[in-house]
């Protein structure tokens, strides 16, 4: 697909710009690569210069072995494809602070992604749509994961809770981002994206597609219709959980006691290995926490936790210079 080159003057562009990349869960229990929901915490701090010359250059300020090869590089692929539509002489310099690990199951990747391409477009004067966005990050997946998805970098792009109706071509939904409180727990073990598709199945029972049909529809209904009860009935998987549950420890201990403490529900947050529940109130969300906190020490694995609401905006710029 070909689309149109954009046309700018260097002389005019801001040469700096500083922003948040949120994390994000993705699918939502039920919807498997079609939601997700962005974070107010954790989130990573990205700075992105603008350079008079076309090359990318990467620069991690934290202990990560992440590639400095752009094309390797989940923040640098993405601005490989967005140069390709740009007809001037120009790259950018990323200096990135990593705060959400990566294979942690929260969007470490697609806040990379997310955070480089909204920090470049706002060096251009924001030249680029929201969609143009999404379609340049999903080359930052594809580097983590071997696959171009949306339902980490939407939401991390746009905020609130979205819907990936249609990757090829995008079709991206923005839902209303409900009052809610979610608690994370990350146990400190690592569970690749790349190693949790491949064990999911191939084929899958009518029957548990109409039930999961129901669940994803019962979602986006509850979330239209602000009823807390209908999303927590409707945050159940049946297809994707049962088998990625395995590869996390006390993953069912700390879903039935965070039920039973209050929670309307959760469950794997994207691949794994973290644990999300949604919460109508911080004091139930600060009860989730503790059952969470409780399991894992029982168990004897690492882990942090984070007690955060749903953040409306996405990635932010908090500080930009000419």
């Known amino acids: 697909m070909e689309f149109e080159m954009k046309h700018i003057d260097p002389a005019t562009l801001q040469k700096q710009v500083t922003v948040h990349a949120p994390g994000t869960v993705a699918n939502l229990v039920c919807g498997f690569d079609v939601l997700g929901m962005c974070l107010n915490a954790p989130y990573d701090i990205m700075e992105v210069r603008l350079l008079d010359e076309k090359k990318i250059t990467i620069i991690s300020k934290d202990g990560y072995q992440l590639p400095t090869d752009p094309a390797q590089n989940t923040a640098g692929a993405p601005l490989i494809e967005m140069l390709e539509e740009i007809d001037a002489i120009i790259g950018f310099e990323i200096t990135i602070e990593k705060l959400i690990k990566p294979g942690s199951g929260i969007g470490s990747s697609a806040a990379s992604a997310a955070g480089a391409v909204v920090a470049a477009n706002h060096l251009l004067g924001n030249i680029f749509t929201n969609e143009d966005l999404v379609r340049f990050a999903m080359f930052g997946e594809k580097v983590a994961t071997g696959v171009k998805h949306a339902d ?117 947050s994207g691949s794994g290995p973290s644990i999300f529940m949604l919460s109508t109130n911080e004091a139930t969300a600060k009860e989730v926490e503790t059952v969470m906190k409780n399991v894992y020490e029982k168990i004897g694995i690492s882990y942090h936790t984070y007690v955060t609401t749903i953040n409306a905006a996405g990635v932010q710029v908090i500080a930009a210079s000419c």
């Open 152 to 268: 980490n970098i939407a939401p991390c792009i746009y905020g609130g809770v979205t819907l990936i109706r249609s990757i090829f071509p995008l079709d991206i939904i923005a839902l209303p981002a409900p009052d809610f409180f979610v608690t994370v727990v990350h146990p400190q073990i690592e569970v690749r994206t790349s190693d949790a598709r491949q064990i999911l199945r191939k084929e899958v029972l009518l029957k548990d597609a109409i039930k999961q049909w129901g669940n994803i529809a019962g979602l986006v209904a509850g979330l239209l219709k602000k009823d807390a009860a209908l999303v927590g009935r409707s945050l159940e998987d049946v297809i994707i959980e049962p088998v990625r549950s395995i590869l996390i420890p006390g993953f069912d201990e700390v879903k039935k006691g965070c039920k039973e403490a209050g929670a309307l529900g959760g469950g794997i």
